[in-house]
């Protein structure tokens, strides 16, 4: 499975972003799909993820800020609202599916006035 990213950039505290990740194939019946993000100088963290398609979990920081959703075939949300500056970090797309594990390229949010 390939995992392309997309949707960050530099936005202002309190802002907000949606970022996308399109997947090489549905998935839709995938057992876990979230997002991960990786700050300078700090270890990759869950974000959001969505298991078996229905328990969605969040990182304490980003509850009540953070969305994540996705559609019927390949494509996975995460809306970021009241962005603030340590929220700065490379976000992945992972997937885990049949024992594998996937991850995108990761696309860079920047909040910064």
């Known amino acids: 499975v390939q995992l392309q990213e997309s949707g960050g950039g530099l936005v202002q505290p309190g802002g907000s972003l949606r970022l996308s990740c399109a997947a090489s194939?549905?998935?839709?019946?995938?057992?876990?799909v979230g997002w991960y993000r990786q700050a300078p100088g700090k270890e990759r963290e869950l974000v959001a993820g969505?298991?078996?398609?229905?328990?969605t979990n969040y990182a304490d920081a980003v509850k009540g800020r953070f969305t994540i959703s996705r559609d019927s075939t390949s494509n996975l949300y995460l809306q970021m609202n009241s962005l603030q500056p340590e929220d700065t970090a490379v976000y992945y797309c992972n997937v885990q599916h049949a024992g594998m594990y996937y991850w995108g390229k990761g696309t860079l949010v920047t909040v910064s006035s």
């Open positions: 194939e549905t998935i839709f019946s995938f057992r876990f």
């Open positions: 969505l298991l078996l398609g229905s328990t």
